[in-house]
T-cell receptor, first 114, second 109 residues
């Protein structure tokens, strides 16, 4: 089935560690996005990518890094520089130019710092 | 970045009633999308309305767009308990897809 897959579903990180969240899509979408959602809040854009080997910072990029080496994959690394990383992370993709078409979301990764 | 503001923040209605949510935004858009999120899950696309459209229907959903007022509304008719979720609008700008804080809809059986 076509879709967008995030893994793992739950992730625990110790203070000072980097962790990488996976996002894979087989929809042949050009655009991919990462969002952060805190309890009872909306989604805040971390990074987005319009095309392979290109990505742009969103509103809250500090403490995060991404890569887009393949069209299908857009991994997000939460670095030790992110002081409050506990949150729900959502990945999405869309066909063509951002915001001109429907976005498909993964089921999210819940990251907890222990 | 363009971000919609949904209103009200929370809405509680009885099953069978209609639910109306509003979205305001600040700059020109190409389209506006509405999404739904069940607790702890990803978002699901509901409907997209283009800037040259004024109204669009999909099943029990009706969306309106007033570009002069920079606002949109989502109407869910004959609501069901399964409609309980958070609803987000996403004003479409050229490059980004951004969201507001959403409206939490609770439909009581």
């Amino acid at each position: 089935d076509g879709g967008i897959t995030q893994s793992p579903k739950y992730l625990f990180r110790k203070e000072g560690q980097n962790v990488t969240l996976s996002c894979e899509q087989n929809l042949n979408h050009d655009a991919m996005y990462w969002y952060r959602q805190d309890p009872g809040q909306g989604l805040r854009l971390i990074y987005y990518s319009q095309i392979v080997n290109d990505f742009q910072k969103g509103d809250i990029a500090e403490g995060y890094s991404v890569s887009r080496e393949k069209k299908e994959s857009f991994p997000l690394t939460v670095t030790s520089a992110q002081k409050n990383p506990t949150a729900f992370y959502l990945c999405a993709s869309s066909l063509g130019r951002a915001a001109r078409s429907e976005a498909f979301f993964g089921q999210g990764t819940r990251l907890t710092v222990v | 970045s363009q971000q919609g503001e949904e209103d009200p923040q929370a809405l509680s209605i009885q099953e069978g009633e209609n639910a109306t949510m509003n979205c305001s935004y600040k700059t020109s858009i190409n389209n506006l999308q509405w999404y739904r999120q069940n607790s702890g899950r990803g978002l699901v696309h509901l409907i997209l309305i283009r800037s040259n459209e004024r109204e669009k229907h999909s099943g029990r959903l009706r969306v309106t767009l007033d570009t002069s007022k920079k606002s949109s509304s989502l109407l869910i008719t004959a609501s069901r308990a399964a409609d309980t979720a958070s609803y987000f609008c996403a004003p479409g700008s050229a490059r980004q897809l951004t969201f507001g804080s959403g409206t939490q809809l609770t439909v009581l059986p």
